[in-house]
């Protein structure tokens, strides 16, 4: 071991300190770390929850309402959620049935038609988009709904110009379950099949 002769570092005195050195430490320091630390990350997850619901459009912000207003979403993507269940009424339903006089697919128009599956058929929505696309219909897409416990097949529509439209649809497919509902926000026409859609 090779030792090093002696210098002025070796000869340390018990006076004051000099130079850098740790103070003494304050009680509950820790605690004030994990708050800022517990709030950063409440921030940044609300933040988070935020953008995604953006995002996934379950909340819309309009002009006029002064915030935020949620809304159920239903899109044309393969599996939509909608903010009911389908095959029962939408808690914001607005009227349960549609005139008597359906519409053609001449009136149709720009109105958009989307095909829900509430079923656990597969297939279903294919098999009665074909059968209105045969009719006549412009259906914009198709896929499942939020839910597969549907029993009944039921045509919502958004605006009450689009029930004579929404009435022939339905006519189209055999059934004269119409209602008026904003459940769907994402299309004019929504019709969700239920079991009793044989195809």
Do not use: C
Request: aromatic share 6%.
């Amino acid at each position: 071991m090779t030792r090093f002769p002696r210098d002025r570092f070796d000869d340390v005195t018990d006076g004051p300190r000099v130079g850098a050195h740790r103070g003494a430490t304050r009680r509950g320091g820790g605690w004030v770390v994990f708050a800022w630390a517990a709030l950063a990350t409440g921030v940044l997850v609300g933040v988070g929850v935020l953008v995604l619901a953006l995002a996934n459009g379950s909340v819309q912000f309009t002009e006029g309402s002064g915030g935020a207003s949620s809304a159920p979403s239903s899109s044309a993507s393969p599996t939509p959620s909608s903010g009911a269940a389908a095959g029962s009424e939408p808690s914001d339903q607005a009227s349960t049935e549609a005139p008597a006089a359906g519409g053609s697919p001449t009136d149709q128009g720009s109105t958009t038609l989307v095909v829900l599956n509430g079923t656990s058929t597969t297939g279903l929505a294919a098999n009665a988009s074909s059968k209105l696309a045969g009719a006549g219909w412009k259906v914009t897409s198709t896929g499942d709904a939020g839910t597969t416990g549907s029993t009944q097949t039921i045509v919502y529509y958004q605006q009450a110009s689009q029930a004579a439209v929404a009435q022939g649809i339905a006519k189209s497919l055999g059934t004269s379950a119409v209602q008026q509902s904003s459940a769907f926000p994402n299309a004019d026409v929504s019709v969700v099949l239920g079991a009793d859609f044989t195809g």
